[in-house]
């Protein structure tokens, strides 16, 4: 089959993932197109999925939800009644209202969703001094779990079974934009160093053009703290402040013990 893997990745990690699947696809004799969302351009060319046989969805897990970007572009697609199937990487949190949104806005743009999964990935705020969630993940058990969810899609594609996920109690409402004061307000990346080439990947590749070269910082109304920037600086000039205090707190509100975090497995969800 000729099938197209679209992702949004920031770190790197919904990447890792998707090349894994990829990889997968191939070797079973596939053609795959791979193609990040992260920049703003790729983002504004229209798709004509009747291109492809059918195409898979990854989405990092921002706040429970995918990226508010990604809703707003799925959105904007008109899937032609083709099928998919979609993943999340998440960093050992919650996925929340992940699966039911993008389950939602996928199916209100005319694809049928086959079939999702969820991977543990390194939490994106790693990045950050003090930060150390789920560090070493996705590891085998999670590409294991990759790699069956690669050959099932394939399974479900070829099949006219039905899956659905419980929309029953979900009213869909655009996602906010994260405040830029309260838990966060620390979260923000700032160039620290004059170890800069100035070679402005952190404006290019901003994926809500919030990035200000010159300034070495963003537009705090703007910026997502995907912490693209911090992780494509060749020059390591981008960083987050100490976050361990904040980190303690994280951990204890949501219960997240090295067991717990260690436990969590990835899934696919049939
Ligand atoms: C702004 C932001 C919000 C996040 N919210 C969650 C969350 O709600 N639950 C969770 O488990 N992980 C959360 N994460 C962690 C990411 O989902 C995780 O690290 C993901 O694998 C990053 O993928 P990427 O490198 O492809 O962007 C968040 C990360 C960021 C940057």
Redesign the pocket.
């Known amino acids: 089959m000729n099938i197209a893997i679209f992702y949004f990745?920031?770190?790197?990690?919904?990447?890792t993932v998707s090349n894994h699947i990829a990889t997968i696809l191939e070797k079973e004799g596939h053609s795959i197109t791979l193609k990040n969302i992260i920049i703003p351009n790729s983002r504004r060319s229209q798709v004509d999925f009747l291109e492809f046989d059918a195409c898979i969805f990854g989405f990092?897990?921002?706040?429970?939800r995918p990226p508010s970007i990604a809703e707003e572009w799925m959105k904007t697609l008109n899937g032609r009644n083709q099928k998919c199937s979609m993943f999340f990487?998440?960093?050992?949190?919650?996925?929340?209202l992940a699966h039911q949104v993008t389950f939602y806005l996928l199916t209100q743009a005319n694809f049928k969703v086959v079939l999702s999964a969820e991977f543990i990935?390194?939490?994106?705020?790693n990045v950050a001094k003090g930060w150390s969630l789920a560090e070493g993940r996705p590891n085998q058990l999670d590409f294991d779990v990759a790699t069956e969810f690669a050959l099932q899609t394939i399974i479900q594609f070829k099949r006219d079974s039905k899956f659905n996920i419980d929309l029953s109690d979900f009213t869909y409402k655009s996602k906010k934009v994260?405040e830029s004061h309260g838990f966060w307000k620390n979260f923000y990346p700032l160039r620290d160093t004059d170890d800069c080439s100035m070679c402005y990947m952190c404006e290019k590749e901003c994926p809500v053009e919030a990035f200000d070269a010159l300034l070495g910082e963003p537009n705090r109304k703007r910026c997502?703290?995907?912490?693209h920037c911090v992780s494509i600086c060749p020059d390591k000039a981008i960083h987050i402040g100490d976050v361990s205090q904040l980190f303690e707190k994280f951990k204890k509100r949501f219960g997240l013990t090295e067991d717990v975090v260690e436990n969590k497995r990835s899934k696919i969800i049939f």
Request: a neutral charge; proline letters at 3%.
């Open positions: 990745s920031a770190t790197g990690i919904t990447e990092p897990v921002f706040g429970g990487t998440y960093g050992a949190r919650d996925l929340e990935g390194k939490h994106s705020f994260r997502i703290q995907c912490m």
